[in-house]
């Protein structure tokens, strides 16, 4: 017996989902719908990757001064060892603040819809959970000192503790004088806020 049409296809919850509500009735839709949404995902995603891949080209540049380490993780680019702290202290020193100055200033001109978390770490003296405050702490002052100094919006910046994780040490195992390299913030761009973006320039031109 032959098919009623080949103009629908029926597919799973999940790629109904993933194809836009707007398509889906009662878990089917059109071919050529679903693949004009699967286009779109792709060509998004690419667009990403291609933004992903030119802030590390800038980040390389604007921080070839400063002994930063700047690399792509899970589609996000990670900027390491941007500042130290003390041993058991959480005060951000002014050496840094050039570094975060910088930083603001290149997340405010070419990313302003990216999302930072600056993530604070800890040495491994001390109890694990002093070395989460500890951390959390320090990922606080930077988070701070970015909004109020460097201008970038407070609701796009947050702070996270990994403490003393032991995967994340630079010196694994040093404390006091030798553990510098694990008292410290890393800052996390992730630039999915471009999206946002683009809504926001399609508004202010009217289309």
């Given at each position: 017996?032959?098919?009623?049409?080949?103009?629908?296809?029926?597919?799973?919850?999940?790629l109904?989902?993933?194809?836009?509500?707007?398509?889906?009735?009662?878990?089917y839709?059109?071919?050529?719908?679903?693949?004009?949404?699967?286009?779109?995902?792709?060509?998004?995603?690419?667009?990403?990757?291609?933004r992903?891949?030119?802030?590390?080209?800038?980040?390389?540049?604007?921080?070839?001064?400063?002994?930063?380490?700047?690399?792509?993780?899970?589609?996000?680019?990670?900027v390491?060892?941007?500042?130290?702290?003390?041993?058991?202290?959480?005060?951000?020193?002014?050496?840094?603040?050039?570094?975060l100055?910088?930083?603001?200033?290149?997340?405010?001109?070419?990313h302003?819809?990216a999302?930072?978390?600056?993530?604070?770490?800890?040495?491994?003296?001390?109890?694990?959970?002093?070395?989460?405050?500890?951390?959390?702490?320090?990922?606080?002052a930077?988070?701070?000192?970015?909004?109020?100094?460097?201008?970038?919006?407070?609701?796009?910046?947050?702070?996270?503790?990994?403490?003393?994780a032991?995967?994340?040490?630079?010196?694994?195992?040093?404390?006091?004088?030798?553990?510098m390299?694990?008292?410290?913030?890393?800052?996390?761009?992730?630039?999915?806020?471009?999206?946002?973006?683009?809504?926001?320039?399609?508004?202010?031109?009217?289309?």
């Open positions: 017996m032959k098919h009623a049409s080949h103009k629908w296809a029926w597919l799973p919850v999940g109904v989902v993933l194809a836009a509500a707007g398509c889906a009735d009662k878990g839709v059109k071919q050529a719908d679903y693949d004009s949404r699967i286009g779109q995902i792709e060509l998004r995603l690419q667009n990403q990757e291609n992903t891949n030119q802030m590390e080209q800038d980040m390389q540049q604007k921080f070839a001064r400063y002994d930063a380490s700047i690399r792509q993780v899970a589609g996000r680019i990670q390491d060892t941007m500042s130290h702290f003390a041993f058991d202290d959480a005060t951000l020193q002014d050496q840094d603040k050039p570094a100055d910088d930083f603001a200033k290149v997340i405010q001109h070419y302003p819809y999302l930072v978390t600056v993530e604070g770490f800890a040495d491994p003296a001390g109890s694990h959970g002093y070395n989460q405050r500890l951390g959390q702490k320090r990922a606080e930077v988070r701070d000192y970015l909004v109020s100094s460097g201008g970038l919006t407070a609701d796009k910046v947050r702070a996270v503790s990994y403490g003393e032991r995967d994340r040490q630079g010196a694994p195992g040093k404390t006091r004088d030798e553990g390299e694990n008292r410290r913030v890393t800052l996390v761009v992730d630039l999915s806020g471009h999206d946002e973006e683009q809504r926001a320039t399609a508004a202010s031109d009217g289309t």
